[in-house]
């Protein structure tokens, strides 16, 4: 089983930027594809980036086109979200996991770290 631990997140206004990381446990890391989804209050927890395990393809929800930019290090087992131009509705918890297309693979999730994104 693969243990993920993500960091990064706070408060921001809008218009700032977060880089998030995502550490994950195991020797299956770097053949997987690993992805970011995200959970807002009261809603459930959606896609939001993916990346191949070799860096060659990456994929975004929509509405974080051209703001958001998934990317990974193997060597470090890490998978990175930067963050630009974030808007309040992107506030929510963030979490990362090995994918199948947009959906996670493991049943087990990190803590994820918390978004906050002030008007």
């Known amino acids: 089983q693969v243990r993920l631990v993500e960091s990064g997140g706070g408060l921001v206004q809008a218009g700032g930027s977060l880089r998030l990381s995502c550490t994950a446990s195991g020797r299956t890391f770097s053949s997987h594809s690993m992805g970011w989804f995200r959970q807002a209050p009261g809603k459930e927890r959606e896609f939001v980036a993916r990346i191949s395990w070799s860096s060659s393809s990456t994929y975004y929800t929509e509405s974080v086109k051209g703001r958001f930019t998934i990317s990974r290090d193997n060597a470090k087992n890490t998978v990175y979200l930067q963050m630009n131009s974030l808007k309040p509705e992107d506030t929510a918890v963030y979490y990362c996991?090995?994918?199948?297309?947009?959906?996670?693979?493991?049943?087990?999730w990190g803590q994820g770290t918390q978004v906050t994104v002030s008007s």
């Open positions: 996991n090995a994918v199948q297309g947009s959906f996670a693979m493991f049943n087990s």
